[in-house]
């Protein structure tokens, strides 16, 4: 297909809250612009975006998918991507290959939840926006709601371009301000739009909405502010040139107008996109804090970035590549510059959806995949061997959401071993790992529906069935206090017996000393041959625990006394004798039980700061302090980790969905002694019903 240079490429994000037409505005741009021939429905599972079988079922997006189509010599790249934030992930990796975003939000519902979140994330990462008012036709929908409702939530420099043509069931058009022409659309959803008179009763609105767009170029030339004073007019191109400039600077976030449902202002729209979002020569990628920059030259050494991988069964691993400087060509070596290592670059292709064009080169500023690469991952930079180069990888969320998982049936430990792997290659967001002191293999994610997503992928790719349940929690045993103790093991079987005796002392180490032995035999008492053998019992009851079967820590051991006996004592004999007085004197010295504290961080609208507050305490939380950001507080804590099981779920549905947590390990603390006796009590009876079974 035709290949462009990197000034008429434009690389979007489509953004937003869910359920705001994200999906249907993608397919109906691709329609308008002759790239797919037919517009496909969500409703009715064969939109050329969201074709993983969990999209088509559930009718939402949870993949971003990539299409491109050509409108007025430019070609714009689309990354549709999910606006359930469990699947945050795909929204991030989508972003970091793109110049530029469209927000897109109901005409009928203003900014929503999903709508802050996503705007925080665009303006923290500096990525030029404009906005499109989607559903325009649906009945509540209001242009004046809409923009009161984007200046309220988000506020910025939010540029009306568009003004509507009615509104609700009554949405035939828009009005484009800048160069004053209304377009009235056929209500058959084919496209096709006449240019008609701005109607008289709105003619003075537009006119000044115009001056504000006159204006507000004006702010971002000085050449263009110097024309302005002198003739309070600029021509059209000036006009653009002005309100370009302040969106690739962050400053200006125009807005416009559509219905993909009825297909209106689809035009309007790539020709705002076309111009005022910058290419990739306006807009190159940054490497660090300095000046240096991939300057997106065809001929320059090739820097590219890996940034999402779909498995097929037909075709294996095919990775998505966005290439920022020189140019991929199938058939030739590619250096690896994150691996440090060769690959041969097979198949090329750019993407509607699924479908795939063959393609033999892969330009600097375009998107497109690449297939059989053989050990390449997501985030790995494809580079000249000659002049190496590694872009910064996506920065994901941590997780939010953790559960155990466990085969069904019993054999299937290697296919579920395997199959979360492969899901964890393909989604950077999602993380396994066996956890040895718990004996349990632990996943984790952004939100319930995301692991329910992930456990599905396994049964029908890989063919098990999982149980997911709660993960336990790492407790472990200490001592508060010194004592001692002896360990006299002493059998007659006939023959040879077994005989060993030594006394032990027990101290507690500072948090974190784990253990130490101290031999402290003089005299013989205990034979030196025998003294590694009571170390041995001593760990292997550390290990297993005294009162309810978790590790002891930060213990010092002491081996003062003991005696022996020439024909019976062996080995054996000293271990058991070590293993019974260590439990002896843990006893004694007022063992207890420590629990993991987390260090936990939650960002909420001050509205939900009260209630908040009050569900950490109510979870043993000790709260550290407060700090404002923006409209939100962040409220930061130290909490049990027994007590943040789903808290993730448990936020979002007491803060309506505005709340977000983030969490990391802080330190090991005594569990309060009611929790403890009921640990306890509980690990008995498991202990009992294991024995039993």
């Known amino acids: 297909m035709k290949q462009y240079a990197p000034d008429k490429i434009r690389n979007i994000a489509l953004v937003g809250h869910q359920d705001t037409g994200k999906t249907s505005l993608a397919e109906v741009i691709l329609f308008s612009t002759g790239a797919v021939s037919r517009v496909g429905r969500v409703e009715d599972g064969n939109t ?68 802050e979140k996503i705007w925080r994330h665009l303006r923290d990462n500096n990525v030029p926006t404009v906005v499109c008012i989607n559903k325009m036709d649906k009945e509540n929908a209001s242009f004046d709601s809409s923009m009161k409702s984007l200046q309220d939530n988000l506020g910025g420099r939010l540029l009306a371009m568009q003004y509507p043509l009615g509104e609700g069931h009554e949405f035939k058009g828009i009005i484009d301000v800048i160069d004053q022409k209304a377009y009235e659309y056929k209500t058959d959803g084919k496209g096709d739009f006449k240019t008609v008179e701005i109607p008289g009763d ?5 006119a000044s909405m115009r001056r504000e767009i006159y204006e507000t170029a004006a702010e971002n030339d000085e050449a263009l502010m110097e024309k302005y004073i002198e003739t309070d007019s600029l021509t059209l191109q000036e006009a653009i040139k002005g309100i370009s400039i302040g969106v690739a600077a962050g400053d200006v976030f125009p807005v416009f107008l559509a219905s993909a449902e009825t297909n209106i202002g689809i035009p309007q729209l790539l020709g705002g996109i076309a111009a005022t979002l910058p290419s990739p020569v306006e807009k190159p990628l940054r490497l660090g804090d300095g000046d240096d920059a991939l300057s997106p030259d065809p001929s320059g050494p090739t820097a590219a970035k890996i940034f999402k991988n779909v498995s097929e069964s037909h075709v294996g691993d095919m990775l998505f590549v966005r290439n920022y400087r020189g140019t991929l060509s199938s058939g030739k070596d590619i250096f690896n510059g994150t691996r440090e290592h060769a690959e041969r670059l097979g198949q090329l292709f750019f993407l509607q959806g699924r479908h795939r064009t063959e393609t033999d080169k892969i330009t600097a500023g375009d998107i497109g995949a690449a297939v059989k690469l053989k050990n390449a991952h997501v985030g790995d930079t494809l580079c000249d061997k000659s002049k190496p180069v590694k872009i910064p990888q996506t920065v994901y969320p941590t997780p939010s959401i953790f559960s155990a998982i ?18 964890k290659e393909e989604d950077p967001t999602f993380d396994v790992r066996v956890d040895t002191e718990v004996h349990q293999t632990l996943i984790s994610g952004q939100g319930e529906l995301h692991l329910e997503i992930l456990v599905g992928r396994l049964k029908s790719r890989y063919g098990v069935e999982v149980l997911l349940s709660k993960p336990r929690i790492p407790y472990k045993e200490t001592i508060k206090k010194s004592a001692q103790a002896q360990g006299k093991y002493k059998k007659q079987t006939g023959g040879r017996g077994q005989y060993g005796d030594v006394w032990l002392k027990l101290e507690p180490l500072p948090r974190g000393g784990d253990f130490e032995f101290v031999n402290a035999i003089v005299g013989g008492v205990v034979p030196g041959k025998f003294i590694p053998a009571v170390e041995k019992g001593v760990v292997a009851t550390l290990r297993e625990g005294v009162v309810a079967g978790y590790p002891v820590v930060d ?65 043993r939380g000790k709260i550290q302090g407060m700090d404002p950001e923006g409209h939100f507080n962040v409220i930061k804590a130290q909490v049990p980790l027994a007590e943040l099981y789903r808290y993730s779920t448990h936020l979002r549905s007491m803060t309506q969905g505005r709340g977000i947590h983030k969490r990391e390990f802080s330190h090991y603390e005594e569990v309060p002694r009611e929790n403890a006796l009921k640990i306890i009590e509980e690990a008995k009876k498991q202990k009992e019903e294991a024995q039993q079974g």
């Open 202 to 206: 709105v003619a003075e609105k537009v």
């Open 555 to 619: 213990v010092k051991t002491t081996l003062y006394d003991g005696s022996y006996h020439n024909v019976d004592s062996s080995e054996q004999a000293f271990k058991v004798a070590g293993s019974m007085a260590f439990k002896k004197a843990a006893m004694e010295a007022n063992i207890v039980l420590l629990e993991p504290i987390m260090n936990v961080e939650v960002k909420v609208p001050e509205d939900f700061m009260g209630d908040v507050m009050g569900d950490l305490s109510s979870r």
């Open 48 to 115: 050329t975006m969201d074709t993983a079988p969990e999209e088509i079922e559930r009718k939402i997006s949870i993949l971003a998918a990539l299409a491109f189509c050509e409108f007025d010599n430019h070609k714009i790249n689309l990354v549709d991507t999910p606006g359930y934030e469990d699947f945050v992930g795909e929204v991030f990796a989508g972003l970091d290959v793109v110049e530029g975003a469209v927000l897109v939000i109901r005409g009928d519902a203003g900014a929503e939840v999903g709508t």
């Open 406 to 423: 466990s085969a069904a049936s019993k054999g299937d430990e290697d296919k579920i071993g395997t199959g979360l792997n492969r899901l």
